[in-house]
């Protein structure tokens, strides 16, 4: 097992806006039904924006493979849910495929945008690396792109420790345009 994690006290950490209520979701582990919810939140980032370098939604079989995926690796996946409503996801995938970098994940976190602004994406991320930790995971790493739908995700990240640590410039297309990514890290 790996020392618990470093960084702020997520109890701690300021509501990104304040002056409104923060939320009190659930985070608990994702299920099968929760992947419909999940596919919704994530259609419109796909459709619209280049937060994702997704060009087309996962399929329902892409979702219920990734699921089983990360189950079997042990990595976590947990959704938000806010009177019976998921309203965020988040998982940790392996970062590379070789086995050195069996440590290391990259994560992912997205939250419907009704329920953006109240700190659901604090507690979901900071639970997202309370699980990292308890699997054995040493570093996280973040992907955030040149976006201004994404404009939230590297303030949540800093919040919650991570640095950033390079930025990979026009990386990708989408929608005709050149997309740059910032790369960020947290140690566990």
Do not use: N
Request: some cysteine; proline content about 11%.
């Amino acid at each position: 097992m790996t020392a618990p994690p470093s960084g702020p006290d997520p109890a701690s950490v300021p509501d990104p806006r304040p002056g409104r209520p923060a939320a009190r979701p659930t985070i608990r582990v994702a299920t099968r039904d929760d992947l419909p919810a999940a596919a919704a939140i994530l259609e419109p980032y796909v459709t619209g924006t280049a937060v994702t370098f997704d060009e087309d939604p996962p399929s329902p079989d892409a979702w219920a493979a990734r699921l089983a995926d990360l189950a079997a690796r042990g990595l976590p996946f947990l959704v938000a849910e806010d009177a019976g409503t998921v309203v965020g996801y988040a998982y940790a995938t392996p970062w590379r495929p070789k086995d050195s970098y069996r440590y290391t994940v990259e994560d992912t976190i997205y939250i419907a945008p009704d329920a953006q602004g109240r700190g659901v994406g604090t507690r979901l991320l900071s639970a997202l690396l309370d699980a990292c930790s308890l699997a054995g995971v040493r570093q996280v790493i973040a992907v955030v792109a040149d976006d201004p739908a994404a404009a939230g995700s590297l303030p949540l990240h800093q919040r919650l420790g991570f640095e950033v640590v390079g930025v990979l410039r026009d990386v990708g297309v989408k929608h005709g345009h050149s997309v740059s990514t910032m790369l960020l890290q947290r140690s566990l």
